[in-house]
């Protein structure tokens, strides 16, 4: 299906390279792509598939997810909204990075969700040197695989886990995690997802603006999740929002 895409994007813009004026169109991402002599059509492939699956449906997903919490626990949206409202005062139609530095509960509710629901469910690594494991010695070259979504459930990690609290993510909150590491939804070090900052801003502003403007809620049970790659909510999303300047 997607090579099926990319040949027939390849066939209509050929033909609007051809009619006058072609050279001032501004040309989609894919189709700077198919022009490029150095990328087969499985390379294009390869690369719209890596956007789709690593930077669309992550944050998509994570936003589906924290929109559900945040309606399953209305205080938690309530303060999200207190502290939009504050920073966004006195432009609320304006906001810069200097109002997303200012949105640190904001922040806290990215990273709660992701604990919760964490879309890239784990990572794997191979050991550049033997280690040892909960008293198990892991020789050198072995692949190890870290489950960020069971490792998140754990009170040995978290606080009570199975509650939502993004103040946990605050500084000084005894509600902490046990270590540094014990959620890594973006993975760690030299192979740390690349578009990391990116993704963080988008579901900065989006949550900021939402947030700003409407009250979600959410009337139909529990929301359940499934794993296709990475993890997605299991159901149709079926919001409902009142808007907070009526």
Known sequence: MALTNIRATEASLKEALEKPGA????????EQ???RPELSHKDVVT???????????TTSHTMAFALYLLAKNPEAQRKLQQEVDQVLKDNPETLT??????????????????RFFPVAMGFMRELSSDVVLSGYQIPKGSSVL???YEDAQKDTAFPRPREFLPERWLRGNDLAASHAFALLPFGAGTRMCVGRRLAEQEMYVFLARVM???????????MDSTMQLILKPS???KFSFTDRRA
């Open 23 to 30: 050279e001032e169109r501004e040309l989609t991402l894919m």
């Open 33 to 35: 792509l198919l022009l």
């Open 47 to 57: 690369l719209i598939l890596d956007m789709i699956f690593a930077g669309i449906d």
């Open 97 to 114: 990075p200097a109002h997303t530095a200012k949105l640190s509960y904001t922040k806290a509710v990215v990273k709660e969700s992701l």
């Open 146 to 148: 870290m489950l960020n």
């Open 212 to 222: 700003q403007r409407y009250t979600v809620n959410y009337n139909y049970g529990d």
């Open 235 to 237: 159901q149709p999303l």
